[in-house]
């Protein structure tokens, strides 16, 4: 009687046991489950693939185990490819627990027993534990481990992670290893978009790679068709198929293999690993700013003008293209020929510090005109100088005499650019340079003002960023190599607005040289500059059109001269024919829209000295001007001289208006008559007088001011600044048609005579106001400014 209830107790107590080892069990494997375990991707080196803007790839580099090996999670892989594997390698993969003990005993049976083949039996999963521990499962004692392992697997990672770890350690053939890699080389596909062919070859690879591959070629055997098609006759009772995708089998199947694989713009793409070498290996798709079809234009028209100059012994050449919308660089081409060890086509020539000879001028004058020191139609002096010790020549070793600005620019004439460069203060022109990033400056009294013609060097890099300035309208950017490159929340401002356009309008009236292939001009402005370097190493073109930057280089990169490296002979004609491809290739290309700059104004001048006109000027011109800043007075090149009828010497006053006549002379300083003497263009000196006023006609009388009053001192609110004002005015002889005020010989502006012109002091201080009518008459007074709250 008392048997069954002791029994009873024993079974209870015995499934309790039961109970409780499942329980902890299931604890343990809940525990190894959320117990916190690196990715199996953790110390994998991978590949890098670097796309065009438009997703076009440019190229896939090696792992640092000399691997193509790219990380693709399960689900950007296709279900294809997926469903193929399983059905090939391990049907019951979400079933078993890491081992299948039946795959493994006809394993044994076949290889030991029987003699046969050596067949392991291993599942995905210990498949997965071979390569990640890297295992030798040739001994028994290398199974057992290889088992162990798998379990841990299991009991650490889910399926799926395991799933995606085993296509992502596969060997594929060659040095191929990753689903990823293998569709990408082979078909040029993602392995999301694999098609059911694809996909079944890619499943029977890992199995025996070696010997479905030709060893020599790398190109498909016969074997791996077969095996892929007898998966196909597997997959057919499995899964449902349609007409399509069985006519698709009877295709030849073609496997691109790695040396097959594109490598455009290798310069580029070696800049930027070197630049992202710290982080390339955690990312494995890099999405570049290059735009593939514009690098192989380039390179294009490079490789035809090198073929066309070889007899005149230009070898090399560099190209770079950077888009002033986002600075993102578009092509960038290192040297003619990557591959050519004569001319050291390694070298990325965008990156190479060179003497820039005149392709740095634009940015003289811009902080001339930034400064005050002159505007566009300045007319500065092109004649012997000397700058202290330094006397600066031109590259032809002539004098052109007065030259304005913008005609001084785009000539390239030294002397008068050395001029405006010794002119600035801060920042002057080193400082400018070293603001915007050149890099490995000397000191500033190294270079002194031989900087102005090429004495310092500087990348193409940093050249095509500073074009980008002007094209920015004065505002400095990175250049950037990957879509992901964050831009500056607070651009750098070393421009105004007002100076970058007034730069781009004298760089625009530069005309092209007549030898390029197209046959008329582009209807799409270019504003450019050439440079030469000392001894004729370097020929440059660099400018803006559309909304590119465009710098050309050409030379050679040991340093030797060549005297056919000039640059407006050498390097404008491959700018320029690289220009017209461009606009030929995308015709709706256009310059992007900037707004006008506020505070600059079109004046009329005297075009012989760039000053405001008088009535005996000759001709007249107009120029851009900064109120309150461009340089400006009235014209003193062209004055009425009153001369004796009997004699043609100069009348002195009082003087009878019957026995004397007026005549107009240019009056040149000693220096430009010389260089018109010598151009055999001699100006008719005017007469010598001995005339208390020199005979100079100034009769009449002279502007009166009237507004504001002498020795006054005006309240300003500073809560109406901008909009409290002083009115300028002045009474005028009845032969003054024009008045021009100026402030501490700063330019205001002009008024008809009678009108009135308002002035917005900004500042507290005293100030000297004058007016000069065409004539060259004046008056002025001083005024003092109070601003109160």
Same mark, same amino acid.
């Given at each position: 009687?008392?048997?069954?209830?002791?029994?009873?107790?024993?079974?209870?107590?015995?499934?309790?046991?039961?109970?409780?080892?499942?329980?902890?069990?299931?604890?343990?494997?809940?525990? &190894?489950?959320?117990?916190?375990?690196?990715?199996?991707?953790?110390?994998?080196?991978?590949?890098?693939?670097?796309?065009?803007?438009?997703? !076009?790839?440019?190229?896939?580099?090696?792992?640092?185990?000399?691997?193509?090996?790219?990380?693709?999670?399960?689900?950007?892989?296709?279900?294809?490819?997926?469903?193929?594997?399983?059905?090939?390698?391990?049907?019951?993969?979400?079933?078993?627990?890491?081992?299948?003990?039946?795959?493994?005993?006809?394993?044994?049976?076949?290889?030991?027993?029987?003699?046969?083949?050596?067949?392991?039996?291993?599942?995905?999963?210990?498949?997965?534990?071979?390569?990640?521990?890297?295992?030798?499962?040739?001994?028994?004692?290398?199974?057992?481990?290889?088992?162990?392992? $798998?379990?841990?697997?299991?009991?650490?990672?889910?399926?799926?992670? !395991?799933?995606?770890?085993?296509?992502?350690?596969?060997?594929?053939?060659?040095?191929?290893?990753?689903?990823?890699?293998?569709?990408?080389?082979?078909?040029?596909?993602?392995?999301?978009?694999?098609?059911?062919?694809?996909?079944?070859?890619?499943?029977?690879?890992?199995?025996?790679?070696?010997?479905?591959?030709?060893?020599?070629?790398?190109?498909?055997?016969?074997?791996?068709?077969?095996?892929?098609?007898?998966?196909?006759?597997?997959?057919?009772?499995?899964?449902?198929?349609?007409?399509?995708?069985?006519?698709?089998?009877?295709?030849?199947?073609?496997?691109?293999?790695?040396?097959?694989?594109?490598?455009? $713009? +290798?310069?580029?793409?070696?800049?930027?690993?070197?630049?992202?070498?710290?982080?390339?290996?955690?990312?494995?798709?890099?999405?570049?700013?290059?735009?593939?079809?514009?690098?192989?234009?380039?390179?294009?028209?490079?490789?035809?003008?090198?073929?066309?100059?070889?007899?005149?012994?230009?070898?090399?050449?560099? $190209?770079?293209?950077?888009?002033?919308?986002?600075?993102?660089?578009?092509?960038?081409?290192?040297?003619?020929?990557?591959?050519?060890?004569?001319?050291?086509?390694?070298?990325?020539?965008?990156?190479?510090?060179?003497?820039?000879?005149?392709?740095?001028?634009?940015?003289?004058?811009?902080?001339?005109?930034?400064?005050?020191?002159?505007?566009?139609?300045?007319?500065?002096?092109?004649?012997?100088?000397?700058?202290?010790?330094?006397?600066?020549?031109?590259?032809?070793?002539?004098?052109?005499?007065?030259?304005?600005?913008?005609?001084?620019?785009?000539?390239?004439?030294?002397?008068?650019?050395?001029?405006?460069?010794?002119?600035?203060?801060?920042?002057?022109?080193?400082?400018?340079?070293?603001?915007?990033?050149?890099?490995?400056?000397?000191?500033?009294?190294?270079?002194?003002?031989?900087?102005?013609?090429?004495?310092?060097?500087?990348?193409?890099?940093?050249?095509?960023?500073?074009?980008?300035?002007?094209?920015?309208?004065?505002?400095?950017?990175?250049?950037?190599?990957?879509?992901?490159?964050?831009?500056?929340?607070?651009?750098?401002?070393?421009?105004?607005?007002?100076?970058?356009?007034?730069?781009?309008?004298?760089?625009?009236?530069?005309?092209?040289?007549?030898?390029?292939? $197209?046959?008329?001009?582009?209807?799409?402005?270019?504003?450019?500059?050439?440079?030469?370097?000392?001894?004729?190493?370097?020929?440059?073109?660099?400018?803006?059109?559309?909304?590119?930057?465009?710098?050309?280089?050409?030379?050679?990169?040991?340093?030797?001269?060549?005297?056919?490296?000039?640059?407006?002979?050498?390097?404008?004609?491959?700018?320029?024919?690289?220009?017209?491809?461009?606009?030929?290739?995308? +015709?709706?290309?256009?310059?992007?829209?900037? +707004?006008?700059?506020?505070?600059?104004?079109?004046?009329?001048? &005297?075009?012989?000295?760039?000053?405001?006109?008088?009535?005996?000027?000759?001709?007249?011109?107009?120029?851009?001007?900064?109120?309150?800043?461009?340089?400006?007075?009235?014209?003193?090149?062209?004055?009425?001289?009153?001369?004796?009828?009997?004699?043609?010497?100069?009348?002195?006053?009082?003087?009878? /208006?019957?026995?004397?006549?007026?005549?107009?002379? /240019?009056?040149?300083?000693?220096?430009?008559?010389?260089?018109?003497?010598?151009?055999?263009?001699?100006?008719?000196?005017?007469?010598?007088?001995?005339?208390?006023?020199?005979?100079?006609?100034?009769?009449?009388?002279?502007?009166?001011?009237?507004?504001?009053?002498?020795?006054?001192?005006?309240?300003?609110?500073?809560?109406?600044?901008?909009?409290?004002?002083?009115?300028?005015?002045?009474?005028?002889?009845?032969?003054?048609?024009?008045?021009?005020?100026?402030?501490?010989?700063?330019?205001?502006?002009?008024?008809?005579?009678?009108?009135?012109?308002?002035?917005?002091?900004?500042?507290?201080?005293?100030?000297?106001?004058?007016?000069?009518?065409?004539?060259?008459?004046?008056?002025?007074?001083?005024?003092?400014?109070?601003?109160?709250?």
């Amino acid at each position: 009687m008392n048997i069954f209830p002791r029994s009873f107790k024993m079974a209870g107590r015995w499934l309790q046991n039961i109970a409780m080892a499942i329980f902890l069990l299931a604890l343990l494997v809940l525990g &190894c489950r959320l117990w916190p375990h690196p990715p199996l991707s953790q110390g994998l080196p991978f590949s890098s693939v670097y796309y065009d803007q438009q997703g !076009i790839l440019m190229r896939i580099t090696l792992a640092n185990d000399d691997r193509y090996r790219l990380w693709t999670p399960l689900e950007e892989i296709s279900p294809l490819a997926i469903k193929g594997l399983l059905l090939h390698e391990d049907r019951w993969f979400y079933f078993n627990p890491g081992f299948n003990p039946f795959s493994l005993m006809r394993g044994f049976w076949q290889s030991y027993v029987m003699g046969g083949t050596m067949q392991g039996g291993s599942t995905i999963t210990m498949q997965l534990a071979r390569m990640h521990w890297h295992l030798n499962t040739r001994t028994p004692a290398g199974k057992i481990m290889q088992i162990l392992r $798998a379990i841990q697997l299991e009991l650490s990672y889910s399926k799926d992670d !395991i799933l995606e770890a085993y296509l992502n350690y596969a060997p594929f053939g060659r040095n191929i290893e990753s689903i990823g890699a293998a569709s990408l080389i082979y078909f040029n596909q993602s392995p999301r978009g694999l098609t059911l062919p694809e996909a079944l070859t890619l499943a029977v690879l890992p199995q025996s790679p070696s010997s479905r591959m030709n060893a020599k070629s790398g190109l498909p055997d016969s074997r791996l068709i077969q095996a892929r098609n007898r998966l196909f006759v597997r997959w057919q009772k499995h899964y449902p198929t349609d007409n399509s995708q069985l006519s698709l089998f009877s295709l030849p199947l073609a496997l691109r293999q790695p040396e097959q694989m594109p490598y455009i $713009a +290798p310069h580029f793409i070696e800049q930027l690993r070197q630049q992202t070498r710290q982080w390339v290996q955690t990312q494995t798709r890099i999405d570049t700013t290059l735009d593939a079809h514009l690098q192989r234009l380039i390179e294009r028209q490079i490789n035809a003008f090198i073929v066309r100059n070889k007899s005149r012994g230009i070898n090399n050449a560099a $190209a770079l293209l950077v888009d002033t919308r986002d600075m993102g660089i578009r092509a960038l081409v290192g040297s003619a020929d990557y591959y050519n060890r004569r001319i050291q086509g390694q070298v990325n020539g965008t990156n190479a510090k060179r003497s820039p000879g005149s392709a740095l001028k634009p940015f003289i004058y811009a902080l001339g005109m930034e400064q005050g020191v002159l505007h566009p139609m300045t007319v500065l002096r092109d004649v012997p100088s000397a700058f202290g010790a330094y006397a600066p020549e031109n590259f032809d070793r002539r004098f052109l005499g007065p030259i304005t600005a913008t005609d001084a620019l785009n000539f390239s004439r030294n002397i008068p650019a050395v001029y405006v460069a010794s002119q600035l203060r801060q920042p002057t022109f080193y400082q400018f340079l070293r603001l915007s990033g050149v890099a490995n400056m000397s000191s500033e009294n190294h270079y002194g003002l031989s900087l102005v013609l090429g004495g310092g060097e500087i990348t193409m890099q940093e050249l095509a960023k500073l074009y980008g300035l002007l094209a920015n309208r004065g505002v400095l950017q990175p250049l950037r190599m990957q879509k992901s490159d964050t831009v500056p929340a607070t651009p750098v401002r070393l421009l105004s607005e007002e100076a970058s356009f007034m730069t781009l309008d004298m760089l625009r009236q530069h005309r092209r040289p007549g030898d390029t292939l $197209a046959q008329r001009p582009s209807s799409l402005p270019v504003y450019w500059k050439t440079g030469t370097s000392w001894g004729f190493r370097d020929a440059w073109s660099v400018g803006i059109f559309g909304p590119y930057v465009l710098v050309v280089w050409e030379g050679n990169f040991d340093g030797r001269g060549n005297n056919a490296l000039v640059g407006a002979e050498a390097a404008a004609p491959l700018f320029f024919n690289i220009i017209d491809s461009i606009i030929a290739s995308y +015709p709706r290309l256009q310059e992007p829209r900037h +707004p006008f700059p506020e505070q600059l104004k079109r004046e009329e001048i &005297c075009l012989a000295s760039g000053d405001l006109p008088t009535p005996w000027c000759q001709q007249k011109g107009k120029t851009w001007f900064i109120p309150g800043k461009s340089p400006i007075k009235v014209d003193t090149v062209y004055r009425p001289v009153r001369l004796d009828k009997a004699t043609g010497e100069v009348a002195c006053a009082p003087y009878d /208006e019957s026995e004397t006549r007026v005549e107009i002379f /240019e009056f040149w300083p000693s220096d430009l008559a010389n260089v018109f003497a010598q151009a055999g263009l001699p100006k008719r000196k005017p007469p010598v007088s001995r005339c208390n006023n020199s005979g100079i006609d100034v009769s009449g009388n002279p502007p009166r001011i009237t507004s504001p009053l002498k020795n006054t001192v005006y309240t300003l609110r500073q809560s109406l600044q901008g909009r409290d004002k002083i009115s300028f005015n002045a009474v005028t002889d009845a032969d003054s048609k024009t008045v021009y005020w100026f402030v501490d010989d700063i330019y205001l502006g002009s008024s008809a005579s009678k009108s009135t012109i308002d002035w917005h002091p900004a500042n507290n201080g005293q100030y000297r106001v004058r007016v000069v009518d065409d004539r060259g008459r004046a008056d002025s007074r001083t005024v003092s400014i109070q601003i109160v709250n």
